[in-house]
Structure formats: C-alpha cells, structure tokens
C-alpha cells in the first residue's frame, strides 16, 4: 500500500523480513560490477587476509538493503525518485550471513512543489548475530496526498 508524505511519522520504525547473501550472489554481483577483488573471490587470498574467508561485497549488501527496504510496498506508486544515499560500511558480511533492516523515518518535509515532498529513512544493516554491520540514510522524494476536489454545484 503506497503511502504519501503525510502518511510518515518522524521516529516510526519497522523490521524488514532478512535475505540471505550466498556465493551466487556475490559472484553473480562480481560479474554485474566488474568488481573481481579476490577479497571476495579468491578463498585462498582471502584466508590470509583481514578475515579470514571470503567476504561480500560492501555494495552488494547496501543493493539488497536497498530492495529490503521497499519489500512492505510503502513507497509503491508514491516515490518521485531517490535523492540520495549516506552510508557507511561498519562490519564485513560474509557468504551465508542473513541481513534484515531496521527502518526509522528519520524525517519528513515539505518541498516547494504542494504536490510532493521528501522523507528520510534511517536504515541499520543487522546480520543474523544482531551486530550492525552497516548504516545510512536513504532520501526519498515522495507524492504528498491528493487533495480532493470539490465537484462544482
């Protein structure tokens, strides 16, 4: 169900369902980027490095995140365009860690434009152990709602 600017409550926040990132996700985003870094390629490279075992991708993991957090459908039919995207990467995420959201709206506002406006979610990355493993804001610029017209006399 689409929701418009009004709908949105400063400080509201829900869980988004998790997502399991595989090998095949990450080869599959290895070979979508070009991005081939044996940091999460190459197990045997990746044994002698900071971690151990191969990781994903940093960018693969905001992505999934980003489609997580339109799976309730809110922004459906409502959403202008994506403004912008503040993220930070705080832990690694390895092949088969589960990532579920917790999603805070952060703010809303007014634009100069009666007929949309914009709405920043706060959004934390958590793995199947409860650890945040990244963070950020997504600004959205979404439909405020229709006013109704009066039919004439």
Same mark, same amino acid.
């Given at each position: ?6 709908? +949105?409550?400063? @400080? ?11 090998? %095949?996700?990450?080869? /599959? ?18 044994? *002698?490095?900071? +971690? ?11 992505? &999934?995140?980003?489609? =997580? ?7 459906? @039919? /409502? %959403? !202008? %365009?994506? =403004?912008?995207?503040?993220? #930070? $990467? @705080? *832990?690694?995420? +390895? +092949?088969?860690?589960?990532?579920? =959201? #917790?999603?805070? !709206? ?5 634009? /100069? #434009?009666?007929?949309?406006? !914009?709405?920043?979610?706060? !959004? ?13 804001? $997504?600004?959205?610029?979404? #439909?405020?709602?229709? &006013? ?6």
């Amino acid at each position: 169900m689409a929701l418009f600017l009004e709908d +949105f409550q400063q @400080g509201a926040m829900h869980w988004t369902p998790g997502r399991t990132l595989t090998e %095949a996700d990450v080869m /599959s985003f290895a070979g979508l980027s070009g991005d081939y870094n044996p940091a999460h390629t190459d197990y045997e490279f990746a044994r *002698k490095g900071a +971690f151990g075992r191969p990781i994903a991708h940093g960018l693969l993991a905001l992505v &999934v995140s980003a489609g =997580l957090a339109d799976r309730d459908g809110s922004l459906d @039919g /409502s %959403a !202008i %365009a994506l =403004l912008g995207v503040n993220w #930070k $990467f @705080g *832990k690694p995420v +390895f +092949f088969g860690d589960t990532i579920r =959201l #917790k999603l805070t !709206i952060e703010s809303t506002r007014a634009t /100069s #434009k009666p007929d949309r406006g !914009i709405v920043v979610r706060h !959004i934390s990355v958590y793995n199947q152990h409860d650890d945040v493993v990244q963070e950020g804001a $997504f600004t959205t610029m979404v #439909k405020r709602r229709p &006013v109704q017209q009066e039919m004439p006399a």
